[in-house]
């Protein structure tokens, strides 16, 4: 049994917190670059605005956006691991905190959705946890703006409605609500679960790298298709027009029941952070 402790956890998280929000994935940034080569007039010229704001935030250690957004954790917590002097949840929590605080983030969150107070911290985070092998601490971080939150959703199709369903219930989330979510976009889709799994797979499907496709040759091609379709609306960077729409499509997919076909659709705006760290 390996001990780690609650001061780790938090100053492991408290510097994602700051790292994540100033720094472009490499992924992200080279699917930009490719994709802004590909584009003529204002897209072309949004999109050199971007990957040169990117660059500013990376030099300057400022956020990439002003929306510094929901803090999402994903972490895997080894089997054989001992966490001393706290537990975990108030462990990342203290991290948002300090995260935050000390480096002039926006707090995006509410204590109540109705009342509207904002808790002055970004906390409470979303944590989820998985129990896994090893004696490793395991935490991504996807801070979630909340104009690209607005833009997602979820639908229970019947099962015999098939790709064809799921492809058509993307596209129309895309058309209605992608020019909000400051395209070019990023699409997390998950297909399967239940109700309550299925979004947030559709979450952490955007942990995977952008320009990875999916393991099974199947689904590596429905990301193809929908990703073409996509661009071909037309919507292009920042709602202006153009062929980048999204820069990825990535489907997770998991078991179902025999009368469902659960479907959920995340998107991430251009500003697509994430990032991973291992105690």
Known sequence: MRTITADAITAAVEKLCAETNFELPHDVLKTLKKSASKEEGIAKSIMNEIIENAAI???????????????????????????????????????VVAGYKNNYLRKSIVSDPLERKNTGDNTPANIYIDIVEGDNIEIDFLPKGGGSE??????????????????????????????????????????????????????????????????????????????????????????????????SVLIETNPTHIASLPAAVSIQCHSCRRKKTVI
């Not at 054989?80 to 949840?89: A, C, P, R």
């Not at 369903?165 to 395209?183: H, Q, T, W």
């Not at 997390?188 to 947030?200: E, P, R, Y």
């Not at 393991?215 to 073409?228: M, N, S």
């Open 150 to 247: 607005n833009a997602s959703a979820l639908k229970m199709l019947e099962p015999l409605s098939g790709w064809d369903g799921i492809k058509e219930f993307v596209l129309s989330v895309i058309k209605d609500k992608g020019k909000n979510a400051c395209p070019p976009l990023v699409v997390g889709v998950a297909i399967g679960g239940d109700f309550a799994s299925v979004g947030k797979l559709a979450k952490k499907a955007l942990l995977r790298k952008i320009d990875m496709q999916n393991a099974d040759p199947f689904y590596a091609e429905k990301e193809c298709e929908l990703l073409k379709e996509i661009n071909n609306l037309g919507i292009g960077p920042m709602g202006m027009g153009g062929k980048t729409t999204a820069l």
């Open 57 to 95: 935030a990376r030099e300057k250690k400022v956020p990439l956006c002003q929306d510094t957004g929901a803090a999402n954790f994903f972490i895997k917590l080894g089997k054989d691991v001992q966490i001393d002097g706290g537990n975990i949840y108030d462990a990342v929590n203290k991290g």
